[in-house]
Nanobody, 124 residues
């Protein structure tokens, strides 16, 4: 069992930045693919970004490329999502997820564990 705890959400003006963190205490953290998803009111949960076990490979949805950066620090058992140039359409609850096996990093079905989410609100 992996427990994921997100933090770093909040209210920010358009053009601003936030950094989300996803902590997963335990020695097994380095074995998991980590992903970030988001869900806006009335919409389905959508993929945002993912990072491989050692951070060597990263994946992004087109709408955040060039603005968001995913990273991980296995020594600290923490993953990050640096979000710059935020826009109102980025407003959503952001979820961290962990996958034990390498599947389709873009699909929520590939992930075995989920955090509770952190709210990100971008005002115009």
């Amino acid at each position: 069992q992996v427990q994921l705890v997100e933090s770093g959400g909040g209210l920010v003006q358009a053009g601003g930045s936030l950094r989300l963190s996803c902590e997963a205490p335990g020695r097994t953290f380095r074995r998991y693919v980590l992903g970030w998803f988001r869900q806006a009111p009335g919409k389905e949960r959508e993929f945002v970004a993912a990072v491989s076990w050692n951070g060597g490979s990263t994946y992004y949805t087109d709408s955040v490329k060039g603005r968001f950066t995913i990273s991980r620090d296995n020594a600290k058992a923490t993953a990050y999502l640096q979000m710059n140039s935020l826009q109102p359409e980025d407003t959503a609850v952001y979820y961290c997820a962990a996958a034990a096996n390498w599947g389709d990093p873009y699909s929520p079905r590939a992930y075995d564990y989920w955090g509770q989410g952190t709210q990100v609100t971008v005002s115009s």
